[in-house]
Structures are given as C-alpha cells and as structure tokens.
C-alpha cells in the first residue's frame, strides 16, 4: 500500500472527523486531503514528477503535514530535514539527493538562500511566511487553491521516503524507505499499540525525527486524531492541552519522561484518558518508568527499541514490565531479531553480540552510498534475502527478550538523534584558538549519551563559554555538546592519531 492512501481512505471514512490539532489551525480529514491535493497538484504544475526528490524543512504545524502528504500524493520521494539543521548541511541534502522542490519557512529559505540557489536539479522552491526571502520563491499560500494532483502510476516498491541519517564519516547518509517498508513498519506498531479511529495521539517530537513522522502516519491509517505541538518546553502547557483533548496515546523521550517527573504539581491520575505511553530513542531508567506508571495508572508504557534502518526492531509488551523493566523486549510483529557473533551465527543467551533485524520493514540501502549499503545490508539466513546489520550490541535472556549493551560504532545517540562525533569536531576545529579536539558520548540516564567535548587550546584567552557560543551557530541543538573541558593533551595512539576510545576510557576511570 502506498503511504498516501492512508489519507485518501480516512477521508473518505471520515471526511468530518478532526484529523489534525495544531495551536494555528484544526483541520478535517476532508480538509487534510484537499489541501494536500491542492499542493500536489501545484508541485506537478512546477515539474515535480514520479519519485524525484522533494525536501521539506518546517517546524511542526499544519503546513509540514499537508507538506508531506503533498509530496507523496505527487509521486515523488519525501525527505524531512529538521528545521534546526544549518545552511550547509540543507545545502549538502539537496545536493546530494539532487531534490526537485523544497519546502522551507521563509525564514530558514533566507538563512540558507546562497545554498539554495547552488542546487541545479531545483525547480521550485515553495516558502511559507511573510516574507519570500528568495526573490523567485513561490509563496505556500498560493498553492493551496483547489485542485487535483494527476495520477503519478506509482506503486508501493517506489521509495517514499529518504531519511537523512548521520554516519561514521560525519556526513548524513540517506536511509531509502519504499512505501511498502513505511506501510509494514507501521502496521506492525498499529497493530501492538491495538491503535483505532478513537484514538487522540499527541506528539511534540520533530517530523523530521522519524519517531514524530510515524505518529502523524499512523494517525492518518487508522483514522485517529494527532495533536501536534511544536516543542515539550513548556510541560503544564501540554498536559493540559492532553486534557482538553482527551490524549489517549503520547509517545516520550527519555529527556520528556525526566521534564514531566520534575514536575512537582502533576497528580496521579490527572490526564484521565491516556490509554498509553510509548518510549524510544533511549531506554528509560527503571526507577523512570516506576515513577511514570505512578502517575498515570491507566496507562500501559510500551519500552521500545529501532532504529532509522528500519523504523522499529523491538518492544516491551507492557505485562512484562514489572519482570523485565530492563529489557527492550521482543522483536515486533511480522519482524524476527537474532544477537550474532563476528561470523554471523547466532550466540547463547546472554552472550553479547550484534543485533541483526530482518523483516519487510528493513530499508533498501543508503542513497549512493554503497559502500555503507554493504556494511549494514548484508546476506541473511535464507539464500534470497538481505538482513540488517545494526551495528549495536545486545543480549537476550533464556526466555528471547532483548537487551542491549552498546553500539559497536562511535555514533552518539542524544535524544532520540544519531551525532556523528566527526561532525562536531569539524565545526570545533573551526574555532580559532582550538588546536585538537575530540567528542566522546558518555552515558546520560536522560539523554542516552551527553556529548563532552575535550579540547586543547592554542589561545589561553579562549573560555568554555566561547566553544559553545560557537557550537550553538554551527551546530543543531541536539549535537552541541553539554560540556566542555580543556586539556594539555589529548589522548593518542601509538601512530600520533588522538583515540576517541582512549579518551572514552579516561573518562570512564576518573
């Protein structure tokens, strides 16, 4: 099934029903649809055709959602990029997917227009604001007028999506779904959560986190509906609104479960209608979820594990919790999980080896990259498939329930967001005054990993507080690091190369 024909059925079903909250705009299935037609169609009139690349760049409100039903109901290729992601990293995605459109707020269309302007494959670019900010840009408003995009002859093994990932060279890497991957993925997670029409889902992660764009999709399957908000800064703001709206469902974050446990006010029971709890990114402390359960005794908290490779691997169901709150659980429906050695057998339990996914859900490779594809994609069990290398460590128990370790790479997973750590040392190694530098991920109870950073400065003027003024400019929010510290030296191989694990260990034992 293609992804766009979720919308297309609830519409249908439900055309009245409310399908979409966000604190702009409440909008119907019927008008989801039609609006999202109406920007297809304007997306085909400016040349956009089957699975070209379009790129989308917007904060979480109605525009992003009737943006990215767009871009598949065009037939092309959706590519979500965070709106904190800076100028040269958009103009490195657009390059390297060779994007036929973009959908940008006008002010990041202004921030990024030199970028912009040096894509060729671009045709148009459609900017949402008051102010164009690119002379030739295409204001959103103006391609909302009713229309109805043509038939594109798309089937469900096009790709749907690229989801721009970071990897071990500091470069993003284009993760390829099909819509058949996508639809898989998230009738496996429907099917779990025991999702309906009934449901009031509310998500304050990012659509360009797939955690946050999966939500707006299963919405949209089953016929529930999503209130979307932009941030969880303001915690009391958003429980009330899951009491205004009667929130059944609310996926968290580690960082999310911390911020509502502080909060000293919230009472037990004090958002009557949520019916569950969902965690990933970064598994919650156990005395997290005692705490959680506590205060929203209805509830049943599903412990979850994936990966943007494909989507979900893993959860707890929640009867399990009180034997198993360390454990990430079983594979999920329609999906089997082995922990194997170097060789790729499997191991006994409890011994620690690579998690290895297979399943329809799996992607297809990474964009022009096949050296990556290899690495991750690799002969399976059976001589006609492929299965997914995760490149991260785990355990299972006598009983098959799933535990993980560690990752086997140096990538650092913050807050639901994969760092690669040569990409901080990058924008680090910029900063006049820093002669070395190395990042290294330390275990965080919140965040998963925090980010230190350790570096040797060539100028003694030069303050902690001036690296992360610096960070902060050329990085996103969830790759800045959350400390620095300034060293004589930093730790080295015998080669003269400075070790990341080195320093890692250091670290570790002071």
Same mark, same amino acid.
């Not at 009667?246 to 037990?268: D, E, H, N, Y």
């Not at 990474?366 to 990556?372: G, H, I």
């Given at each position: 099934m293609r992804i766009e024909t979720y919308l297309r059925d609830s519409a249908r079903r439900l055309g009245g029903k409310v399908a979409l909250v966000t604190p702009e705009r409440r909008l119907t299935y019927g008008e989801l649809d039609a609006l999202s037609d109406a920007l297809a169609a304007a997306l085909q009139a400016r040349g956009v055709e089957r699975d070209d690349r379009v790129v989308v760049q917007m904060e979480n409100g109605w525009q992003a959602v009737v943006s990215l039903f767009a871009v598949l109901k065009a037939g092309a290729v959706l590519s979500l990029v965070n709106p904190t992601v800076k100028p040269d990293k958009l103009g490195y995605i657009l390059q390297n997917c060779e994007a036929r459109a973009l959908l940008i707020r006008c002010g990041l269309a202004a921030a990024a227009a030199e970028r912009i302007a040096a894509v060729p494959s671009l045709a148009v670019t459609i900017a949402d604001g008051e102010a164009a900010g690119l002379h030739e840009a295409v %204001?959103? *408003? &103006?391609?909302?007028a009713p229309a109805r995009p043509l038939p594109h002859g798309g089937i469900d093994s096009d790709l749907a999506m690229l989801v721009y990932t970071s990897g071990s060279t500091g470069r993003p890497k284009g993760v390829m779904m099909t819509h058949r991957n996508v639809d898989a993925a998230a009738t496996s997670i429907t099917g779990y959560l025991r999702s309906v029409e009934d449901d009031v889902v509310l998500s304050v992660l990012p659509l360009a986190f797939d955690y946050g764009l999966y939500q707006v999709l299963m919405a949209a399957k089953v016929g529930a509906r999503l209130v979307l908000e932009p941030s969880f800064a303001y915690p009391q703001a958003v429980l009330a609104r899951m009491r205004e *709206?009667?929130? +059944?469902?609310?996926?968290?974050?580690? +960082?999310? %479960?911390?911020?509502?446990? =502080?909060?000293? &006010?919230? $009472?037990?029971g004090s958002v009557p209608t949520l019916r569950y709890l969902t965690n990933t990114a970064a598994a919650l402390p156990v005395p997290h979820i005692e705490r959680l359960r506590r205060l929203f005794p209805g509830a049943a908290l599903y412990s979850m594990y994936g990966l943007t490779e494909c989507k979900r691997c893993t959860y707890l169901p929640p009867e399990h919790l009180d034997g198993r709150p360390g454990s990430v659980g079983l594979a999920i429906p329609n999906t089997q999980a082995r922990v194997v050695d170097e060789a790729g057998l499997p191991v006994p339990p409890h011994v620690v080896g690579e998690l290895v996914i297979r399943g329809p859900h799996?992607?297809?490779?990474?964009?022009?990259?096949?050296? $990556? +594809? =290899? %690495?991750?994609?690799?002969?399976?069990?059976n001589p006609w498939e492929q299965v997914l290398h995760t490149g991260d460590l785990f355990f299972s128990d006598a009983d098959g329930f799933l535990y993980f370790v560690g990752r086997k790479d140096d990538i650092i997973k913050t807050r639901g967001e994969k760092v690669a750590p040569k990409e901080v040392e990058a924008v680090l190694h910029a900063l006049p005054g820093i002669a070395e530098a190395v990042v290294v991920g330390l275990s965080d109870p919140v965040l998963g990993q925090s980010i230190l950073a350790l570096v040797v400065a060539s100028d003694p003027g030069l303050t902690a507080a001036d690296v992360m003024r610096h960070c902060r400019a050329h990085l996103e929010d969830f790759m800045v690091p959350q400390a620095v510290e300034f060293r004589a030296e930093l730790p080295k191989t015998e080669t003269g190369k400075i070790s990341r694990r080195l320093a890692a260990e250091i670290l570790l034992e002071a």
């Open positions: %204001a959103f *408003e &103006s391609c909302l *709206e009667g929130v +059944t469902g609310l996926p968290l974050v580690p +960082t999310m %479960a911390a911020l509502i446990l =502080r909060m000293r &006010s919230l $009472a037990p799996v992607m297809q490779g990474y964009w022009r990259d096949e050296a $990556a +594809t =290899r %690495a991750a994609l690799r002969p399976g069990w």
